[in-house]
């Protein structure tokens, strides 16, 4: 008898085993023994600016334990190559669902497709893959061009044609950089603005406030920074005010930025120094999961998900408005 029950326990150790490892994940459950659904998140990287700390954060709330999910959240770092693999390296652990925060658009061809090939949806969020539109379900995130517009559309009503501007680019490559750079550039050559010189600054405040520096003693009439984060705004303001020299307001250098983190939406209603602060949305985490719950239950869903945003002039601003802010 005891024979019996020992070769039964090799055969039932053995069929869990063989089910854990055969790429099948749903073998992960909670306390109540519900089945979890594993998500890869491939972050572009975590500490690149208050607005991805926001977004990884969103995402972490939304695809907890508690609700039903098994997330395991990857640093790319901001190095292309490092995230590919780590996305590669997903689809060998069998996750059911993989959301890429891209850092650069291009080389997600060969990923993407091994991704489809074993059966796993990928979700993009804030950024895009420069792929075909079958490797990938669905895109959650803000319309960048449209951001630049609705920047460039204050600036003309702010300054008119007068705007000798510099340009404080994000990450080069990345959709957010290449969205609002666009709007700029374009605006600047429909207004005949001039722009002395525009450069990445990778989403960083120190690295914003080298470049503002050097731009300062180089270019004596800047009246305008374009910057494409906060973060970076921030550097350009630090500059700004070391040389002497006054940011924004009426009458100062001025800023204009994006993402509309808190702390500097308080900068601007505090001191004015950022003039216009366009919002772009990070909380895409309860998005990400609705969609993932949709597709659980074979529903399709829509291949574009805008988050809504809005624009704030420092003139209009209100602690109110600041202390509504969710993040
Ligand atoms: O893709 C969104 C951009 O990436 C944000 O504007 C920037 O702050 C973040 O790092």
């Known amino acids: 008898m005891r024979k019996v029950a020992f070769i039964f326990f090799i055969f039932v150790a053995t069929f869990l085993l063989a089910s854990c490892n055969s790429g099948q994940s749903s073998g992960i459950a909670n306390e109540d023994g519900e089945r979890l659904i594993r998500v890869g998140f491939s972050q572009a990287d975590f500490t690149e600016s208050d607005w991805r700390i926001a977004n990884t954060e969103s995402m972490r709330q939304a695809l907890s334990r508690e609700n039903g ?8 770092q901001n190095d292309p190559n490092k995230q590919l693999a780590d996305v590669a390296n997903m689809i060998e652990q069998g996750v059911d669902y993989i959301v890429i925060a891209t850092v650069q658009e291009i080389g997600w061809e060969g990923v993407l497709q091994q991704a489809r090939d074993a059966g796993i949806p990928v979700i993009l969020v804030d950024r895009v893959a420069a792929v075909n539109d079958d490797l990938f379900v669905t895109w959650v995130g803000a319309n960048f061009r449209e951001e630049g517009e609705t920047a460039v559309r204050w600036l003309q009503g702010f300054r008119g044609y007068d705007v000798r501007a510099v340009h404080l680019q994000g990450i080069m490559g990345s959709t957010a950089q290449i969205g609002r750079t666009g709007a700029f550039e374009d605006a600047a050559a429909e207004n005949g ?9 990778n989403w960083d405040t120190i690295q914003a406030k080298q470049v503002m520096e050097n731009w300062l003693t180089r270019f004596p009439d800047i009246n305008v920074v374009y910057a494409e984060n906060d973060n970076m705004a ?15 307001g009426y009458d100062g250098i001025t800023i204009i930025s994006f993402d509309a983190n808190r702390r ?56 109110e408005i600041i202390d509504a802010r969710t993040y």
């Open 234 to 248: 921030d550097g350009a303001i630090q500059a700004i005010e070391a040389a002497g020299l006054t940011a924004g």
């Open 193 to 201: 603005w001039t722009i002395h010189a525009s450069m990445t600054a």
């Open 69 to 76: 999910f098994d997330l395991i959240i990857v640093d790319a």
């Open 264 to 319: 500097y939406l308080q900068l601007a209603l505090d001191t004015g120094k950022i003039n216009f602060n366009v919002e772009c949305n990070p909380l895409h985490g309860l998005r990400v999961a609705e969609i993932i719950l949709a597709l659980e239950r074979g529903e399709s869903v829509p291949r574009i998900n805008y988050v809504d945003g809005e624009a704030f002039d420092w003139r209009y601003l209100t602690q």
